[in-house]
């Protein structure tokens, strides 16, 4: 039991960070439109996250989400990966 908390405490939450620039949805949209995706893109980071979520106040405090409400206007969590305890 005790290797399984300390697995969870060290292991991170972040799998991957994406820029908002380069990340879109599969909808077809006119050039004019992906245009303004493009440059307004780095505004917005997407965050997928996995395993099993420890609380949010260890989420939030110290990781790469914290930078990232600093600094983004929007933050998008992907949680497909995440699994309920």
Same mark, same amino acid.
């Given at each position: 039991?005790?290797?399984?908390?300390?697995? *969870?405490?060290?292991? =991170? &939450? /972040?799998?991957?960070?994406?820029? $908002?620039?380069?990340?879109? @949805?599969?909808?077809? +949209?006119?050039?004019?439109?992906?245009?303004?995706?493009?440059? *307004?893109?780095?505004? =917005? &980071? /997407?965050?997928?996250?996995?395993? $099993?979520?420890?609380?949010? @106040?260890?989420?939030? +405090?110290?990781?790469?989400?914290?930078?990232?409400?600093?600094?983004?206007?929007?933050?998008?969590?992907?949680?497909?990966?995440?699994?309920?305890?």
């Amino acid at each position: 039991m005790f290797l399984f908390i300390c697995e *969870q405490l060290s292991s =991170t &939450v /972040i799998r991957r960070k994406l820029d $908002g620039g380069s990340r879109f @949805s599969k909808r077809v +949209r006119l050039r004019q439109d992906m245009a303004v995706l493009e440059k *307004q893109g780095p505004q =917005t &980071v /997407i965050l997928e996250l996995q395993g $099993g979520l420890p609380p949010v @106040s260890r989420i939030s +405090r110290g990781t790469a989400l914290e930078l990232e409400l600093g600094k983004r206007r929007y933050v998008v969590l992907d949680m497909r990966r995440v699994q309920s305890s």
